[in-house]
């Protein structure tokens, strides 16, 4: 089918998918008010309005048809960048569907213990590359009591698991919590939240169905309103995204459809494999913000007349070593990539993880710099409204005035964003995901204590103390 436009993928969402928010059904994703803003944000996507955007957004397939560039597998530098140029525009709908580059880049660790589950995977790769389809990546369990394994909990069905194995497919039975986008993807492509043990080979399964498959539920939860003011919600009104609580009530998978089944040691190749490219899409994003950061710490201190003041400065230089860190951190992971055995070429693992923990550790520290530049007015400036209104209008302008060369409406738009960003809708929102996308600070240690050539750091520390002799490198 190749490339989707806007109008056909909002279309391609009205296949009776049973979606809830509220407590109401919602009969059509594509016409509800709830969704009209996160519709919106997927539908850019299959936007491709110029040719500088089209050659961002997509590429040629093997087959010699255009197909977008998040199915592109990178098999060079090259292409590794621009992998990254594209995912500085995406969705996070579109982000979200780098599932398909998890699976493609586990692909052969899967084919040596099944190969058909292996051939599934790239069957299901290519059908969501030949039809521009979105996928979510459904890997957190409800997880019930953290001290007890999967097959140990009051009810078993707090993990996701197999309850029933037919000749034509396997039954599941189950819950995904925190999944982004749900209700807007095609394919719900499902992984072990963890590990398993022997005894817990019904808990070992990964496969994908449609959201429209027959006993899937989901129940949206948004950071935002559905109709919000874009002068006091900058943010928030033009990029606001359900997560979805997704349920598998008996679903049914056939075969055809299924990566795991059993085979406990492939269920940490799978947990593992999402966070890379997941953590990747968390830097570029990181970059992004932590720019505009200092783009508003800067502004906001040149309205309020304090650009000499040292307290200013210095905050605004903390900032500026944070978005450079990060932006020096991407740059590093990208330049020093790594290949898989099948040829997938990807950002250095440990450099990404570096930055994902740097990100998310500081986080809170350089919207804390940003709240103690802006002051009190973060939270407290009037509405869009009273500024447009004649009595309050004439009093904001002349109250919110501190230079000639200081517009009280550009003052006040600079406001509005920080807020929203950092302690509103999105913000409330950013706060929490900075930290939690891609696994908390503690699935970055782990990697990193993985990754890191530790046996090296030994070897010149015994040598730097005179217990070795000195070695070269």
């Not at 919602?26 to 709830?34: E, G």
């Not at 944070?322 to 020093?336: F, I, N, V």
């Not at 004649?390 to 009093?395: N, P, S, Y």
């Not at 046996?455 to 010149?460: F, V």
């Amino acid at each position: 089918m190749g490339l989707k436009t806007a109008a056909q993928y909002i279309e391609s969402l009205r296949d009776g998918r049973e979606t809830y928010w509220g407590g109401e059904r919602i009969a059509d994703v594509t016409t509800h008010p709830r969704f009209r803003v996160p519709l919106d944000v997927a539908a850019r996507d299959y936007r491709h309005d110029s040719a500088e955007r089209r050659a961002r957004m997509t590429y040629t397939a093997e087959d010699g048809s255009a197909a977008h560039r998040i199915f592109q597998i990178p098999r060079s530098e090259q292409d590794l960048w621009s992998r990254i140029a594209m995912m500085r525009e995406l969705s996070i709908v579109g982000g979200v569907s780098s599932v398909y580059m998890a699976l493609m880049s586990v692909v052969e660790q899967v084919r040596k213990v099944n190969p058909q589950y292996a051939a599934n995977i790239e069957t299901m790769y290519r059908q969501a590359r030949d039809n521009d389809l979105r996928a979510a990546e459904v890997i957190t369990d409800a997880k019930g009591d953290r001290k007890r394994r999967a097959h140990e909990q009051d009810d078993p069905d707090l993990y996701v698991r197999i309850v029933e194995r037919r000749n034509d497919g396997i039954v599941v039975r189950g819950a995904k919590l925190h999944i982004t986008a749900a209700s807007l993807i095609h394919e719900l492509v499902v992984m072990p939240t963890k590990g398993m043990r022997q005894d817990e080979t019904d808990y070992a399964v990964s496969f994908s169905v449609p959201v429209n498959a027959p006993g899937v539920k989901v129940i949206n939860r948004s950071f935002a309103a559905s109709e919000l003011n874009a002068f006091d919600y900058p943010a928030s009104a033009h990029h606001s995204m359900p997560e979805g609580f997704v349920v598998f009530d008996d679903v049914f998978v056939p075969w055809e459809r299924v990566f795991l089944a059993g085979e406990v040691p492939l269920a940490t190749v799978f947990a593992q494999s999402l966070g890379l490219w997941e953590r990747t899409g968390s830097v570029v994003e990181a970059v992004k913000m932590s720019e505009i950061f200092v783009g508003l710490a800067q502004l906001v201190t040149e309205q309020q007349g304090k650009e000499r003041d040292p307290v200013a400065q210095n905050t605004i230089s903390e900032l500026i070593a944070y978005a450079e860190t990060l932006r020096m951190s991407l740059d590093y992971a990208c330049r020093h990539f790594q290949t898989t055995p099948s040829g997938m070429v990807h950002p250095n693992i440990l450099a990404i993880n570096v930055a994902k923990y740097h990100y998310a550790a500081n986080f809170h520290a350089a919207v804390r710099g940003l709240h103690d530049l802006g002051g009190g007015l973060v939270l407290t400036l009037p509405l869009e409204a009273d500024l447009r209104s004649g009595v309050t209008g004439d009093l904001l302008r002349k109250y919110l005035h501190t230079k000639p060369d200081v517009d009280v409406e550009t003052r006040m738009r600079v406001y509005n964003l920080i807020r929203d960003m950092t302690a509103d809708a999105y913000g409330g929102w950013h706060q929490v995901v900075a930290l939690q996308a891609g696994g908390g600070l503690n699935a970055q240690r782990i990697m990193m204590h993985r990754a890191y050539d530790m046996a090296t750091a030994r070897e010149r520390a015994l040598s730097a103390a005179g217990a070795r002799p000195a070695t070269t490198h």
